[in-house]
C-alpha cells in the first residue's frame, strides 16, 4: 500500500523535474492517482514537489469500519533523476515522520483492516505480468528513516491493550546488497527494544543482534495457556542471531527474569511454578542460556529444557517430596514417549 503511494509520487516528481507536467496542478493529480490506485481509504492532506524531491503530508488510512489503521505526519521521497536515466530507479532517501499504526482485533476475532480496492483476478495479475516481464526498473533505496513511529495494539477477544512508542529505524543500502539497519522502541511499562542487523537485502541474509529490557511479562500473561497467574515479572533477553531468508539458523540467547510473583500452583515457562519459586528465593534472579531456531512462522526453542536444567543444577535436596516429583515430571516431559 505504502510502496504503491511511494512509486506513484516518484513518477510525478521525475516527470515534473523533466518539465514535462510543470503546468498541471500535480497536488490534485497525485491525489486522484492514489484514489484510482488503493480506493478512498487512502487519503492525503498535502503534496508538494521540489527539484529534488516530494513531500506528502498527512497520510491517513481508514479500516473497513472507518476507524483508524494508519497516520502518517509527512512522508519524504529524494529519487533520483541520474540514474533513471541509466535505466535504474534509485531513490536516495525515503523518510517517515511520526507514523502511527493502530492494530485492533475484535470481538469475533477479526483485525480491522483498511477497506482497499478489491484485488486483482489471478489471470488479471498473469496478464500485468507477462506484459510488465522485462520491463521493470531495479529498484533501490539508498536510505530510510522512520522517526517518532508508535504501534497501538488493541485486542478486544483478551482485554489487552498495548502502546509501543519511540519506534525508529535507519537504514542503508547499496547497489551490491549490503544493508545495515538499526531499530528501536520503547516498550510499555518501561520496557526497550533494540536491533542491530547487517547483510544483503538481495540475498536476504543478516546477523545481528536484538535485544528486550525490562519487559513486563504480566501484560502478555493472557496469552500463555495453563500457566500460572503471573502478577509481576521482568525479563531481559539478548540474542545474537543469523537469518536466511524466512529461516532463523539456530541462535545463542540469553534471558534474565527477575522480581517475579507468580501464584503456587501452575507452571512457568512449561516447568512447576513452586521449582521457579523456590529458585527465585535461592538465587534472586534465574539467568539462562538456549537456542531459538526454524522458519519465523514456526519458531522453536529449548527454553522449557534450559529452565528445567538450571533447577536441577541448584540440586533438589532441600525441596519436599511434593516438589521432588514435581521436578520429576518435568523431566519425564523432556523426553519423547516410547511408542
Do not use: C
Amino acid at each position: 500500500m505504502i510502496k504503491k503511494i511511494i512509486i506513484g509520487i516518484v513518477i510525478f516528481v521525475f516527470l515534473a523535474i523533466a518539465g514535462v507536467v510543470l503546468f498541471f496542478p500535480l497536488d490534485s493529480v497525485v491525489k486522484k492517482a492514489v484514489n484510482d490506485a488503493v480506493g478512498p481509504a487512502v487519503t492525503l492532506k498535502s503534496v508538494k514537489f521540489g527539484w529534488n524531491g516530494i513531500v506528502v503530508a498527512g497520510i491517513q488510512v481508514k479500516t473497513v469500519h472507518k476507524t483508524d489503521f494508519l497516520k502518517v505526519e509527512d512522508l519524504t521521497v529524494r529519487p533520483s533523476l541520474w540514474d533513471l536515466l541509466g535505466g535504474k530507479l534509485v531513490i536516495n532517501m525515503i523518510q517517515i515522520n511520526s507514523p502511527v499504526v493502530r492494530l485492533q482485533r475484535t470481538k469475533d476475532g477479526k483485525f480491522l483492516m483498511p477497506d482497499i480496492k478489491k484485488k486483482e483476478s489471478a489471470k488479471e495479475k498473469e496478464m500485468v505480468k507477462k506484459q510488465d516481464a522485462g520491463k521493470a526498473l531495479p529498484v533501490l533505496v539508498k536510505k530510510f528513516e522512520l522517526n517518532n513511529g508508535q504501534i497501538i495494539f488493541i485486542d478486544d477477544v483478551k482485554g489487552v491493550a498495548l502502546n509501543i512508542t519511540e519506534l525508529f529505524v535507519k537504514a542503508k543500502s547499496n547497489e551490491s546488497g549490503e544493508t545495515t539497519a538499526d531499530v528501536s522502541a520503547k516498550l510499555p511499562s518501561n520496557g526497550a527494544f533494540k536491533v542491530n542487523s547487517k547483510g544483503n537485502i538481495l540475498t536476504r541474509k543478516f546477523n545481528g543482534n536484538l535485544s528486550v529490557n525490562n519487559l513486563d511479562i504480566a501484560l502478555f500473561k493472557k496469552y500463555v495457556e495453563n500457566t500460572a497467574d503471573i502478577n509481576k515479572g521482568r525479563v531481559d533477553f539478548n540474542s545474537k542471531f543469523d537469518i536466511n531468508n524466512t529461516y532463523l539458523n539456530k541462535t545463542p540467547s540469553v534471558i534474565k527474569i527477575t522480581d517475579i510473583d507468580v501464584k503456587s500452583k501452575g507452571s512457568f515457562m512449561g516447568v512447576s511454578a513452586p521449582l521457579v519459586l523456590d529458585l527465585l528465593k535461592k538465587k534472586g534472579s534465574i539467568d539462562l542460556q538456549f537456542n531459538v531456531w526454524g522458519e519465523f512462522n514456526n519458531l522453536k526453542h529449548d527454553l522449557k529444557e534450559a529452565l528445567t536444567k538450571k533447577i536441577l543444577e541448584e540440586g533438589t535436596k532441600n525441596l519436599s517430596p511434593e516438589k521432588i516429583e514435581g521436578t520429576i515430571k518435568d523431566i519425564k516431559g523432556l523426553f519423547p514417549k516410547k511408542k
